[in-house]
């Protein structure tokens, strides 16, 4: 009777220390996410869609605590493997599946994996090799997806085989928790004291480059140097290492009150229901990313890499991508 009594206050200290922990706002946004433990708010996101292995075997992820939200498939004997720049990671389920539906032999064998580009070349450096917690493996890719200009300096360095394949382009946002409780409504707002901004890493993630553009593009040097330097100094601005994870996770714990990405990035998040809306750029100072594709010059399966290269830049993948707000690539220039 005595344990059972302890019960309550001991759940109580529990929910005390997750508001500590998360703050009152990252409460609220699990409990708007329709998950009383939080479970919702953590990736993977797609439930087991993002995986086309036909046998799972023994399925155990814990959300928050045991997934590997950005590896995809199966590695006993792929026919296809892709390594794409993770801020679509959405869109690839669909794509696959539509991909074997056109080419049968391919189904459940294809591997991919969605993370940063700049971490994806550098896995191909090291030979395809990657750490992921407790598990190391290698495999080397078909093919290798990120922006226009990342494929052909690695084209130029003879990592991948010529051509660049562009396909879509997108545009930048500003990711906010619903309802918007900090009231950003511009890129110069960014620059408050005390605002909490999680952004992306230049190191790793080359959609840092982009934003930074945007921001001296509406505020000159002085706003860029104040969330890229200021804040980050002051730690009011927290650095990423894989945006189209972190971000809209910091959002929904309450732990950041913005953040700039990709526009898809927030219609995904806003079309599985989280707690996720985004505040518009102007086009005067927003940025076009242009995405593309090319085979790797050492692919193990090089047949397989021009079927989904051919397969990236048809309608049909192409109006998969536009129900996340890319457009279709019509010789556009980043910028």
């Known amino acids: 009777m005595q344990r059972e009594a302890g019960r309550p206050a001991r759940r109580a200290l529990r929910l005390v220390c997750a508001a500590v922990l998360l703050g009152a706002p990252g409460l609220a946004a699990a409990a708007d996410a329709g998950a009383t433990d939080g479970a919702a708010m953590f990736p993977p996101w797609q439930h087991g869609a993002s995986n086309d292995a036909l046998d799972k075997g023994v399925e ?19 026919k296809l493997v892709l390594f794409v720049g993770g801020n679509y990671f959405f869109a690839m389920p669909p794509l696959v599946a539509a991909f074997e539906r056109q080419r049968p032999e391919y189904q459940g064998r294809i591997y991919y994996e969605t993370l940063p580009p700049g971490v994806l070349a550098e896995q191909m450096q090291r030979g395809g090799t990657v750490t992921s917690g407790n598990m190391t493996w290698t495999v080397r890719p078909d093919a290798y997806f990120a922006g226009l200009a990342k494929v052909r300096e690695m084209i130029a360095s003879g990592v991948l085989a010529a051509p660049a394949v562009p396909y879509v382009t997108n545009m930048l946002t500003i990711m906010v928790p619903r309802g918007n409780p900090a009231h950003i409504g511009r890129l110069q707002d960014l ?11 230049p190191q790793f993630e080359g ?11 509406a505020g000159g040097e002085a706003l860029a140097e104040a969330v890229y330097g200021r804040k980050v100094r002051d730690g009011s601005t927290v650095l990423t290492r894989i945006h189209h994870r972190q971000t809209p996770l910091f959002l929904m714990q309450g732990r950041a009150d913005a953040g700039v990405t990709w526009k898809s990035e927030a219609v995904f998040q806003e079309s599985q ?9 102007p086009a005067a100072d927003n940025a076009t990313g242009v995405y593309a594709g090319a085979m790797a010059s050492a692919a193990p399966h090089p047949e397989a890499a021009r079927d989904w290269l051919r397969f990236i830049a048809s309608p049909v993948a192409l109006a998969i991508f536009e129900r996340y707000g890319f457009r279709p690539y019509g010789g556009e220039n980043p910028k």
């Open 191 to 201: 620059a408050q004291p005390g605002l909490r901004l999680a952004m992306p890493n």
């Open 207 to 217: 959609v840092a480059r982009q934003i930074r553009r945007s921001l001296v593009k």
């Open 273 to 281: 229901g989280h707690p996720i809306e985004d505040v518009p750029i």
């Open 60 to 78: 155990f992820t814990v959300p928050g605590v045991d997934v590997l939200a950005d590896f995809h498939g199966s590695l006993t004997d792929p």
